[in-house]
């Protein structure tokens, strides 16, 4: 039996779906992305909005998309549940502690990498803030976090995800 796609235990990488490795990163799994034809990642990503306004995050060098914006989150680890994830990712992209309020939608997007056919699978949860004071992760894939108006938002350099994030705002009616 031919499968098109990998299983999600199969295979995984360290890679954000919007974010491409460069060439020397040093991240443990990129052998494993670069030796594989097809890799299927899970991510947990939140959308938090707060005050009329929704919080994203800069990529840094580490990534193919240095200087653009995304949603804060990032890679299920093996074995964590994802709803726990979202947590953690925001907690050390951006220092504030959320609570999850559950799943806003499932995004699923193919796309290339050094010759690999990526098929990410992101969960966008809605999250609220709880505690904490905004920081900013040093030496990760993000370098920045900001609030930003949905208007001005869309005016912005957007992965793929920060502008589903910007749409779904608006179609649930989060400002």
Not at 42 to 63: E, N, P, Q, S
Not at 88 to 114: A, D, I
């Amino acid at each position: 039996m031919n499968r098109a796609w990998p299983s999600l235990t199969t295979c995984c990488v360290a890679a954000g779906p919007d974010v491409v490795l460069m060439a020397g990163y040093s991240d443990p799994l990129l052998a494993e992305v670069v030796s594989k034809p097809e890799v299927q990642r899970l991510a947990a990503y939140a959308l938090i909005v707060k005050d009329g306004k929704i919080l994203l995050c800069r990529l840094t060098a580490l990534t193919g998309s240095a200087g653009m914006w995304t949603l804060p989150g990032g890679k299920v680890e093996f074995g964590e549940h994802p709803d726990h994830a979202v947590v953690r990712e925001v907690l050390e992209e951006t220092g504030l502690k959320v609570s999850n309020k559950g799943v806003l939608t499932v995004n699923s997007e193919l796309f290339h990498f050094t010759g690999t056919r990526m098929h990410a699978v992101r969960l966008i949860y809605r999250v609220q803030v709880e505690s904490g004071t905004l920081q900013y992760e040093k030496g990760g894939t993000t370098d920045v976090c900001e609030w930003f108006t949905p208007e001005e938002a869309r005016k912005m350099p957007l992965v793929s995800l920060a502008k589903l994030g910007v749409r779904l705002v608006k179609e649930h009616g989060l400002i």
